[in-house]
């Protein structure tokens, strides 16, 4: 009876810890998650208690013994590497908000607003990403990533040999639609900005004397920090679409 309980312990114990190799990279890039403020121990613990939550369930999906050998180096490797993998698909969403707010600062010419007080970020995005991290646990995006995560148990990939293909056109995947939609994000401020500055070279074409770096730059701040005030919730609204597509980048058909 002893050795009953000790093997199924030892076998739920390498179930977990299965899960935990995939898991645990993905949380750690993960947004909200795998921020810098938030604790290691934290991140481990959230880790380690989604990983024991889902187990019963990625049973199927997993060796039911510990390989051996040069089998579980192999298994050690896919899995942890599939794990940041996963991860950094999730983080794009926030990468998204940061490359829209990098796009409108520079346009706006407030790029390096807070200097080195922060983090090395314009000071839009720190405000769009830090508003979409709120907003990702609010709504149903934190719940859908850790959908993704699980589902990435399901990825049919031609062994570890298929697998550099494979990571490598879903980043190119990702990075073409964070730098895509980020200026889709940021193409009112673009438009504005080219209209505005199209007009105030024309004035000082015909106006010498007209300080445009006096006059033009503070009002180009003030009217484009209550512009975004104004369409904040539409920007906001249409990353969360675009987010949902980018958590499916990883399932769907090959770019």
């Not at 794990?83 to 490359?99: C, D, K, N, P, T």
Request: overall charge negative.
């Amino acid at each position: 009876m002893a050795d009953g309980f000790l093997a199924e312990m030892t076998a739920q114990f390498w179930l977990v810890g299965a899960v935990f190799l995939r898991l645990g990279p993905a949380f750690f890039l993960a947004p909200g998650y795998g921020e810098r403020y938030v604790s290691v121990r934290l991140r481990l613990s959230t880790a380690g208690l989604f990983s024991v939550a889902v187990a019963p369930v990625l049973a199927p999906y997993l060796p039911a013994s510990a390989p051996a050998g040069a089998e579980l180096l192999v298994f050690l490797f896919k899995e942890t590497t599939i794990g940041f993998f996963i991860g950094l698909m999730s983080r794009g969403m926030i990468y998204l908000l940061e490359m829209a707010g990098t796009v409108i600062s520079q346009s706006i010419s407030l790029a390096q607003m807070l200097g080195n007080a922060t983090e090395p970020m314009p000071v839009i995005s720190h405000l769009l990403t830090t508003t979409g991290i709120a907003i990702l646990f609010s709504v149903s995006l934190a719940d859908q990533m850790l959908y993704m995560f699980v589902l990435g148990y399901t990825l049919d990939m031609a062994g570890i040999a298929g697998l550099p293909g494979y990571l490598a056109s879903r980043a190119r995947s990702l990075l073409n639609e964070v730098f895509n939609q980020a200026v889709v994000l940021s193409s009112a401020f673009l438009a504005l900005m080219f209209v505005y500055y199209l007009c105030i070279g024309f004035i000082n074409k015909a106006m010498p004397q007209f300080m445009v770096s006096f006059i033009g730059i503070p009002f180009v701040a003030l009217f484009s920090i209550h512009f975004l005030y104004l369409h904040h919730e539409l920007l906001l609204d249409v990353w969360q679409q675009k987010s949902l597509m980018i958590l499916m980048l990883p399932y769907g058909p090959d770019p």
